[in-house]
């Protein structure tokens, strides 16, 4: 194969004709041969594969074009050691994982409750206010059940305490929506008898503050 010069883009690769290959005797500690085997390896590499369709030099692999090479006897056995001078000298950066962006929530209102009664298609229960820092609580509400998941309808009897938060969701797009979520927590139910002292205990707070 007559070593000449060949065109790639706009980059010419120098004509290595004048060199004399005999006298540059491949010597991993010689710079100049280094540098001629490495210049030759690529010359005779484009000339073979600039014969192929170039979606055919997209998708294959570098082992495959090497073995390629040696079935054609176009280079030398020694090419494992010309490719790891080549890849000594250029180095890929390696890609950084793409964090994937997630929705985020902002609560506007919380409380936490305990149910007093379940009926068929709903639940009263009473409400501590968490979002206003209230101690006791304040609020009597019925709930539906259409509100509850399978999971927690399970869960919820009476004197069952849960979480109910109200707030927004901001998707990974920016997407705004309004979100309503009650979770029923892993504690044991209260009975009637603490929820009783409980209300006599919040009758004498509050007489005690008044008085």
Not at 22 to 33: G, H, K, Q, T
Not at 63 to 85: K, Q
């Amino acid at each position: 194969m007559s070593e000449t010069s060949f065109a790639l883009a706009d980059n010419r690769l120098p004509d290595l004709s004048h060199y004399n290959e005999n006298s540059l005797a491949y010597d991993p500690f010689n710079y100049r041969s280094r540098k001629y085997r490495i210049r030759k390896a690529y010359a005779e590499r484009f000339a073979v594969t600039q014969q192929q369709s170039q979606d055919a030099c997209d998708t294959e692999s570098t082992e495959t074009r090497i073995a390629d090479l040696r079935t054609l006897n176009v280079i030398s056995p020694d090419i494992d050691e010309i490719v790891a001078d080549i890849e000594s000298i250029i180095s890929l950066p390696k890609l950084s994982q793409v964090s994937q962006a997630q929705a985020t929530f902002h609560a506007l209102q919380e409380w936490e409750g305990y149910v007093l009664k379940r009926g068929e298609r709903d639940f009263t229960a009473r409400l501590l206010d968490l979002t206003a820092g209230s101690t006791q609580e304040e609020e009597e509400v019925t709930i539906p059940l259409a509100e509850i998941s399978e999971d927690d309808l399970n869960r919820l009897r009476q004197g069952s305490v849960f979480r109910w938060v109200i707030g927004y969701e901001r998707s990974v797009s920016k997407a705004k929506r309004r979100i309503s979520q009650i979770v029923f927590r892993d504690l044991p139910a209260m009975t009637m008898q603490d929820l009783s002292e409980g209300e006599k205990w919040a009758k004498k707070i509050g007489r005690s503050i008044a008085g």
